[in-house]
């Protein structure tokens, strides 16, 4: 069964640092892989996606993540975080026929000053 | 901008009582889902639709039904509200390019069952 796993529920890191949010996924064929983030009171923002090719994807707000099919993970970076980037992260896992897309529980970011 | 309008965007309702949430598109996609969020849980997916009139279920459908009579509008309805049906809503779309398809989100709707 597909299946994602953010095994992080929070992380905080200090403004200026790297981070990296962890995900895995299970899937039973070649996944298409998806980061979303959400703001407090907003609706969900595709940052990047993976379908194919290069597993290492860049997307918006200065966000990469990259793509190990040995590992199943879809693990979410970026070089130097920005107070504006708190919100909750969440990955997604898809791409059968009929079009569901599978979504972890989500890791909040918190970022000190 | 995907061009998904959700209302109302906020509700507070009774106990008992029937609620229907509206989602709306205007770039005829063909897919469009209604998930739930609530803290612990991420989002789960209620029900989705692949056409006019063609509907299923996803993994917490219990206490709700969808109707989508136009390709634009996918209507979700609590036949009785619960308390525990007290959470936000979104509504999405998928759009598909040649690569893969993409789910794009509504702003979601809060609603409240006291």
């Known amino acids: 069964a597909q299946s994602v796993t953010q095994p992080d529920i929070h992380i905080t890191v200090s403004e200026g640092a790297s981070l990296e949010l962890r995900c895995n996924y299970s899937?039973?064929?070649?996944?298409?892989l998806f980061w979303y983030v959400q703001s407090p009171g907003q609706g969900l923002q595709l940052l990047l996606k993976?379908?194919?090719?290069?597993?290492l994807v860049q997307g918006i707000k200065g966000f990469e993540a990259e793509f190990k099919r040995s590992q199943s993970s879809f693990n979410l970076r970026k070089p130097s975080v920005h107070w504006s980037d708190a919100a909750e992260y969440f990955c997604?896992?898809?791409?059968?026929?009929?079009?569901?897309?599978?979504f972890g529980k989500g890791t909040r970011l918190h970022i000190l000053p | 901008d995907a061009g998904i309008t959700q209302s109302p965007r906020h509700k507070v309702t009774e106990t008992g009582t029937p609620v229907t949430l509206r989602c709306h598109q205007t770039?005829?996609?063909?897919?469009m889902y209604w998930y739930r969020q609530d803290p612990g849980h991420g989002l789960r997916l209620i029900h989705y639709?692949?056409?006019?009139?063609?509907?299923d279920k996803g993994e917490v459908s219990d206490g709700y039904s969808v109707s989508r009579s136009k390709t634009e509008d996918f209507l979700l309805t609590l036949e009785s509200a619960t308390s525990s049906q007290t959470s936000v809503y979104f509504c999405?779309?998928?759009?598909?390019?040649?690569?893969?398809?993409?789910?794009?989100f509504g702003e979601g709707s809060w609603l409240t069952v006291v």
């Open positions: 999405a779309i998928s759009e598909s390019t040649g690569a893969g398809n993409t789910i794009y």
């Open positions: 899937y039973g064929a070649t996944p298409y």
């Open positions: 993976y379908f194919s090719g290069d597993t």
């Open positions: 997604a896992v898809g791409g059968g026929r009929d079009d569901k897309i599978i």
């Open positions: 770039e005829n996609h063909r897919y």
């Open positions: 639709s692949y056409g006019v009139k063609d509907t």
